[in-house]
C-alpha cells in the first residue's frame, strides 16, 4: 500500500485566498490554547483545523498548528500579525504566519544525478508541489537542457577545491534572502557553515540509509554483501553536523537476493525521489516545527 | 512496513489518573474552540493533544478530540461535566467527557471462528488492548474452554429461529447497560434492530472486503477465479443496514494466483484479526466520533 | 513501505544480448521441466532464472518462465523457436520466446486526462519502462503538445457515435501489427469485440476500485459519503465483459475523513499511475501468463 | 497494507503426506535444471513448484528450491537421497530434501521479556506456525507458568559468569541433535562459538535495527532524540560476528513525534514479533539458504 503520509501533498486544500497557517512553539503552560483561540476568535477568524501536541505535560514543549480562514485576510495580515505578537511575547511563543494564497519559493541545488531534481520537476508539474521552484542552481551544466522546458532558470555555478568560497557568494547572491526552502536534490559538495546558517531550517537534503546502518565508503555494495532486506532514505534539515541534522521524513522499500548492487543503486535513487518530494511538500505547507534536533510534523 | 495507524494501539499514552479526554462535535461557528478551552483553561486544566476537524468551513460540522489533565480530576469530573453543559448547549454539542484511567468494558460476541476473538484475547493479554474484557457471549459452547483460562466469563446462549427473541432478551440481561463496546467478533447471528437500537454506535462488526466486489455467496471462490491481487477487511459500527454502517476502519493485504481458495481464506482472517483489533483499540481510546454514516477518527 | 511489487520494474536485469525469455503454459504432467531444460542444456543454453507455478498437482495447468543465456542468441534463435516447438507440441504448449535485447513496442491510448499518460512517458524518460512508446493515438487533440516533445509520434483520431466504425479502423491501420501492448491510459471510449479479439490479452486497461464496491454512478461521491479509509485501483486485460477481464495489478492508498471527494480523485489517480505503470512493466517483461480469466504473474 | 511477505507463513501448502521439498547450491554451470528435472522425472516425481537463482550468470553460485510429489515417499524416500547423492557429487552441489509431512522441531531461548515467545506460542496455536514446538529453556523461571499451559516443557537453566560453560553443557543435553532450530525469542545471553557452530544455520536471533543506526548504549532514547520516522527489526542466523549473521528477514514500523521512548519500545517490541515469528515460518518451510554471510530466500 502506498503510504497515507503521501496524502498530504496530494490533497490539495482549497486555497482560498483567506486561509492562514499558524505554527507555535512555545513552553507549555495551561491556557495557551485558550488565548489563541480567543484572539483568533475576536479578530472574526474561524479555526478550520488544528492539531496540537505537547512533549511532555510536565514542563514541555508545547506545539500546535492552526489553519484558519479570515475575511480580508490579505489586507489585514501586517496587522494581525502586530496583534498576535502581544500574544505571543506573554508566552515566549517562537510563531510563524503565512498565507496558503502565498506560494513558496524553493531553490533546487543538483549535481549530475537527475533523479530527485526530476521527481520535483513532475510533482510541481502535476500540481502536487504546491510551490514556485524559483531557480535550479548546479556545480555542472549538466541539467541544463533538462531544467529550461519547464521553464525554471538554470544557473551553472562551478565549485573547486579553490572557487569553493567565491562560489558560495555567487550562491547566496543568486538565491537571495527570498526563497523558502533550499533542496539539496543530490548536490555533491558540502555547504559551509555560514551558507547552512543564512538558511537555518530552510536547507533540506536527502540521503540513502541501512537497516542496519553501514559506515565507510560503497554503503549499497556493504549492503548486498550483507544481504539486507530493506534499503531506505532519509530527508532531514542541514546542519553543521554532515547527515546529522533533524529528520523529516523517512521511507524505506523491500529488496531481495535477487537485486545486485546495481539494483539496489536504483531502488535507493526510487526511494529518495519519494521521501524527498514529501519532505519538501510538507515544508510548503508549513507542516514542520524544528525542535533540537528534531521535527514535529503535523501531518 | 507495518501501518503507522496501528501505532495508537501500541502508544500507550501515560495513564495518568488527571487526564480525561473529550470528544465534540457541533455546527461549525466561529469561537467554539476559544470557548472550549477557556473554559478549561478557567478550571486549571492543561490541555496536552488537541485534534480539531471541519467538515466543511462554510456551514459544516466542527469536530474536535481534547486530552487535558486536571489535578484531582476524579473528584471534580461531575461538576466539570455539569459546568461544562452550559458551554456545550450553547453551540449545540454533542459531546462525550472519560476518564483516561477509568478503562472501557468490553462485551464479545463469537460464533464458532476463534481467530477474531483469540486477536482480542492475545492483544489484551500483551496490555496492547487497553480496556477490560467483560464476557464473551457465544451461540455455541466450543469457545469456552479457549476463553475460560483467560479468567473472562463465558455465556453461551443458543440462538435459533424460535429461540431468537428470546435469545436477544438474554443478551441483554447479561450484557447489561454498562458495556462500552460490543464486539462481533466472528458472530454470525443478525441482530435484531432494538438490539442495535440499545447499543446505538457501540457495536462493532468486522467483514471480509473484495477489491473489486463480488456480490452473491461464496465471495473468496468468486475473487480466485478473477484472480484478484488484493483482498481486504471492514471493521463497522453495526446499523440496520446490514453491513452498511459507519466504515471505521479497513485494510488489505496482498495475494497471487499462488494462493488457493483456502489460502484466501486463511489470509482474510489475519487481515480481519487486524483491523478489528485497531477498530476495538480506536474505540476504547475514545478517538471515534460517528456523523451520519461516517466516521471521524483521530488517529 | 513501497511496495516489494513494484521492484521488477526497476530491477534492470542485465539486458545482455544472449539473454532469451520463454513463457510456457500446458497441462501438467510429470517430465515437463526435464523435457524443457535437456532441450535448452542440449542447445548449450544456460538457465539463469526460472519459476514455477502449478495450478492443483492432479490434472492441473503448469505454467513456467524461464530466463536463459545463449551465445549467439540473435542468429540461432530461429531455428531454436522451430526446434523447441517439437518439445512444444508434444507437451500441448502455449509458449512464447522473446529476446531481452529486442524492446517491446507499445501504443498508448488517451483521452483527457493526463495522469496516467504521463506516468509512463516519465517512467520511460528515467529508464524504469524498458519499452518503446511507439505512439500515442488520443480521440482528442489535447495531449498532443505535451507528448511531442518526448519525440513520440501523436494521432488525433476523432471518435463519435456515428464514426466509431471508421475511427477503429483508422486506429488498426495506424496502430498496425507490430506491438506488443495497447495501453489504454485513461481512454474514455469502448473499444469494439472485434478491435479486442485483434490484440487479445495485449490491451491493459486502468479504472479505479473501492472497498466495498460502490455501484452506479459518482462512484468516488458514494466512496466518500460512506467513510472509506482505503481508495484503490485495478489494471486488467480487456475482454469482452466491460472492466471484468484478467486482473494484472491492484493496488490501494490509505484515505481518511479529512479527504474531500476531491482528494479521494486526485488520490485515486495516483494509485491509477502507480498500478498501470506496473502492470504495463511486467507485461513487458514477459512476466504474465493469461489463463481462463486470470493472471499468472511471476515477479 | 500487510507485507505480502507474511503471507507463505499463512499459505498453507496442502501438506500432503508425498509432499518433497528440496533446496540445492552449487556453482553454476549448465546442464543442473536438466540434471535434477530428468532424476526426478525417472524416478515418477512430479515437480509442483520451482524457483531457482543464479546469482551471476557468468562463473557465480546457482541456487534452487524444488517441491515434487512422489507417490509412496515416505517409504521411498532413503534411496531417493541415495540416488540422488551421485547428481549432486557431479554437480558439487550442497543439498537437502526434506518432507512436508515431518514437522520440523524447533528450541525456543528466553529471557525476561515475553513478547518474541508470546507470538511463536500463538502462531504455533493458531496453526501459523508448523512446526513442533519441543521445548522452551530459559535463564530465568519467569515464563514457566505462561508457557506450560501450552503443553510445552520448560527448562529453567540459569546461566551466571561463572556457570556459564556448565549451563551451555545442559543445554547441549536438553536440546541434543535433534532439533532444527534454535530460535532466540530474546534471550539476552552470548552463546559460545562452539554451540553456534554445534547448530550453525540453525540458531535465528531477533533484534532492534534503525535508520539509522545508532552505535553505543540506549539505541531508542537516541533514535527518540533524533526523532527518527521509522524503527525496525532484524532476524538473523547466528554466527560469531555478534549481530553480524546472514540477514533472514527485516521490516520496519512508522513512528512519529508523539512517540515517546517507551512507545518506541513497545513498538520495536511490535515489530520484533512479526519479524522473528516470518523468519522462523521461512526456516520450517525450507525456503532459506545461507550463501557466505547472506540468505536466498524462496518465498
Same mark, same amino acid.
Given at each position: 500500500?502506498? %503510504? @497515507? ?6 490533497? $490539495?486544500? /482549497? ?9 507555535? /512553539?512555545?513552553? *507549555?503552560?495551561? @491556557? ?9 476568535? =475576536? ?6 483545523q488544528?492539531? %496540537? ?20 485576510? +490579505? /489586507? ?5 500579525? &502586530? ?28 549535481? &549530475? =544525478? ?10 510541481w ?22 531544467? =529550461? ?14 572557487? &569553493?568560497?567565491?562560489?558560495? $557568494?555567487? %550562491?547566496? =547572491? ?11 536534490? #543530490?548536490?555533491? %559538495? !558540502?555547504?559551509?557553515? /555560514?551558507f547552512?546558517?543564512h ?17 565507510? +565508503? &560503497? ?10 532486506k ?13 547527515? +546529522? ?5 523517512? *521511507?524505506?522499500? #523491500?529488496?531481495?537476493?535477487? *537485486? ?5 543503486k #536504483?531502488?535507493?535513487?526510487? !526511494? ?13 505547507e ?14
Amino acid at each position: 500500500m502506498e %503510504q @497515507g503520509s503521501t496524502n498530504n501533498s496530494l490533497r $490539495r486544500e /482549497s486555497v482560498m485566498v483567506n486561509r492562514a497557517r499558524m505554527l507555535i /512553539s512555545c513552553p *507549555d503552560q495551561p @491556557g495557551i490554547v485558550a488565548a489563541v483561540s480567543q484572539f483568533l476568535f =475576536e479578530y472574526g477568524a474561524n479555526i478550520v483545523q488544528s492539531d %496540537q501536541y505537547t512533549m511532555d505535560p510536565e514542563g514541555g514543549m508545547f506545539f500546535i498548528r492552526i489553519e484558519f480562514d479570515l475575511m480580508e485576510l +490579505g /489586507s489585514r495580515v501586517d496587522q494581525l500579525r &502586530k496583534d498576535f505578537s502581544v500574544v505571543a511575547d506573554k508566552f515566549s511563543m517562537d510563531w510563524s504566519l503565512s498565507l496558503a494564497s502565498q506560494k513558496k519559493r524553493i531553490a533546487i541545488f543538483v549535481s &549530475k =544525478e537527475d533523479h530527485a531534481l526530476l521527481e520535483l520537476l513532475w510533482h510541481w508539474r502535476a500540481s502536487d508541489l504546491n510551490a514556485d521552484i524559483a531557480m535550479v542552481i548546479s556545480n555542472h551544466p549538466d541539467m541544463q537542457s533538462l531544467v =529550461e522546458p519547464f521553464g525554471i532558470p538554470y544557473h551553472h555555478i562551478p565549485v573547486t577545491a579553490d572557487t &569553493k568560497a567565491e562560489a558560495e $557568494r555567487r %550562491q547566496l =547572491e543568486v538565491v537571495g534572502d527570498n526563497v523558502d526552502a533550499i533542496v539539496l536534490a #543530490r548536490y555533491m %559538495q !558540502i555547504v559551509s557553515p /555560514s551558507f547552512i546558517k543564512h538558511y537555518a531550517n530552510r536547507i533540506i537534503n536527502i540521503h540513502h540509509s541501512f537497516l542496519p546502518a553501514f559506515v565507510g +565508503g &560503497k554503503p549499497y555494495a556493504q549492503a548486498h554483501n550483507r544481504g539486507v532486506k530493506i534499503i531506505g532514505a532519509t530527508a532531514h534539515y542541514v546542519t553543521d553536523e554532515l547527515d +546529522g541534522g533533524p529528520i523529516i521524513e523517512q *521511507d524505506v522499500q #523491500r529488496v531481495s537476493h535477487r *537485486d545486485n548492487v546495481e539494483d539496489l543503486k #536504483r531502488i535507493g535513487r526510487h !526511494i529518495e525521489r519519494i521521501v524527498l518530494a514529501r519532505a519538501v511538500a510538507w515544508h510548503v505547507e508549513d507542516r514542520i516545527i524544528v525542535h533540537n534536533n528534531k521535527t514535529v510534523v503535523f501531518n
